[in-house]
């Protein structure tokens, strides 16, 4: 009798088992990285900016994680995109180099053999969407789709290339720039869909083409890669945002770039997908000084563009991803090749075989607000290591100011400075911290024997 109930219980267990809903796997999570082009660490209201009104970002840094020492890649725009995108020192795949950024006319790109986040993602299945300007290549093998994007709608390199005749450089840093000057072309899928392309509608069409790629996304995670055209110049604004900014043009284009940023995440939020979709925010290098009022602030931070003076290379770094990010303010050194291993790890991707990454995994740091283990980051200008930082203290080997120094200084004693205590990196205080030059002399003769000779592409 009591095993006929037992038998009974069993039976009617499985029954009930059978009618509960089945167990759904958590989905793995959408990645969106925004990219600007020359926006300066001192172009955001959260970082400082008395004039440039960004209500959404700021909204953004209070709700995730905002770095305060948050480097780019390279110090301008080719070898720093490609260091995002490869989570690796852009010499590694031949994307440094004399000429400085890939023209036009410039033979080579992105190597077919680097895996780009894109592939390591489709390889778990993300949809994956290029946005915006590419500048990694315009020929078979480094095209978006030949680097793992299923989509790409954008300018296939900078705004100020492919300039009509008789324009000059003064024409691109005007504050009311020709609108037909520079006959760069819209593309989608490598397909002309507008040339000239119109520049005072880019960041609105950029925008509705991430709106739509998320819309599609259905229940598929989505990676997507939007690349603004600006802040560089030429600058344009649509009609909604010019003339509306304290700062001029170049406020215009900021704020329009906040509208912008603020619709994708009021987007995610609506489709329920805010907290299951990491969003990064950060610029591509250090403002142009050289183009006056047209270029943007570094803040506090010395020099900008083209320079690995703090001002060339640290730039806003912002994380979001409601209830999984925990809002903070945090001081940990980080960069954008560590993107990259950020990414692989939210999707459970693993790292590409036989592939040597620069960066770190910062989700302990985002998610647990632990911190994260020294490591060095290095500054080349082109092929040549120019300063490294450690810890709080930054070395520099070479200095030399974006534009306009036909030569660097070189320093048989780097400068060193403690960047906690001065960020504008003005006191140098090597002479009382050789046994800091000397941890960092070790660390870059570690690093240099991990770099091997390659095709350079930028010729």
């Known amino acids: 009798m009591r095993s006929r109930r037992i038998l009974f219980a069993l039976l009617w267990l499985l029954t009930f088992a059978a009618q509960l809903p089945a167990a759904t796997p958590p989905t793995r999570p959408n990645i969106i990285i925004i990219l600007t082009d020359d926006q300066g660490y001192g172009d955001l209201g959260c970082y400082g900016s008395p004039s440039i009104r960004t209500p959404n970002i700021d909204r953004m840094a209070a709700e995730g994680v905002r770095f305060t020492d948050f480097y780019s890649g390279a110090e301008v725009c080719t070898p720093s995109r490609t260091a995002l995108l490869t989570g690796r020192y852009p010499l590694r795949s031949g994307m440094a180099g004399n000429r400085r950024v890939l023209f036009p006319n410039s033979a080579g790109g992105l190597p077919p053999a680097e895996v780009t986040l894109a592939e390591a993602l489709k390889a778990r299945a993300y949809t994956t969407a290029h946005i915006g300007k590419w500048h990694l290549g315009i020929h078979a093998g480094s095209r978006p789709q030949d680097q793992g994007f299923d989509s790409t709608f954008g300018l296939p390199y900078s705004n100020d290339m492919d300039a009509r005749p008789g324009i000059t450089a003064k024409d691109r840093f005007s504050a009311h720039p020709p609108a037909d000057g520079w006959n760069v072309a819209l593309q989608r899928n490598g397909e002309v869909m507008e040339r000239p392309a119109d520049q005072t509608t880019l960041t609105k069409r950029y925008t509705e083409e991430a709106l739509r790629v998320i819309a599609a996304a259905n229940d598929k995670p989505f990676f997507i890669y939007l690349a603004h055209s600006m802040p560089h110049t030429p600058l344009f604004a649509s009609p909604a945002f010019k003339g509306k900014s304290r700062r001029g043009i170049y406020g215009d284009v900021i704020e329009e770039i906040d509208w912008s940023t603020g619709e994708i995440l009021a987007a995610l939020r609506r489709a329920g997908l805010a907290e299951n979709t ?119 080997f070479r200095t030399q100011s974006g534009y306009g120094q036909p030569q660097p200084d070189v320093h048989a004693t780097p400068l060193l400075f403690r960047l906690p205590h001065d960020p504008s990196e003005k006191y140098d205080v090597a002479a009382t911290h050789a046994d800091v030059l000397t941890r960092i002399a070790s660390a870059v003769t570690a690093h240099r024997a991990t770099i091997v000779p390659i095709e350079p592409q930028l010729k």
């Not at 060339?312 to 990259?340: F, Q």
């Open 278 to 396: 990491f969003v990064f925010f950060t610029s591509d290098n250090g403002p142009w000084l050289t183009e006056g009022a047209q270029g943007g602030s570094a803040g506090p931070l010395r020099e900008g563009k083209g320079s690995t003076w703090e001002g060339g290379m640290r730039v806003p770094g912002i994380a979001w991803m409601p209830g999984r990010v925990r809002p903070a303010v945090t001081s940990e050194p980080a960069s954008s090749l560590d993107l990259y291993p950020t990414a692989l790890a939210l999707a459970g991707a693993p790292s590409p075989t036989g592939v040597a990454l620069d960066g770190l995994d910062l989700l302990p740091l985002l998610v647990g607000q632990r911190a994260l283990p020294e490591r060095p980051y290095f500054f080349y200008r082109g092929t040549e290591l120019f300063a490294c930082r450690l810890g709080e203290w930054k070395a520099h």
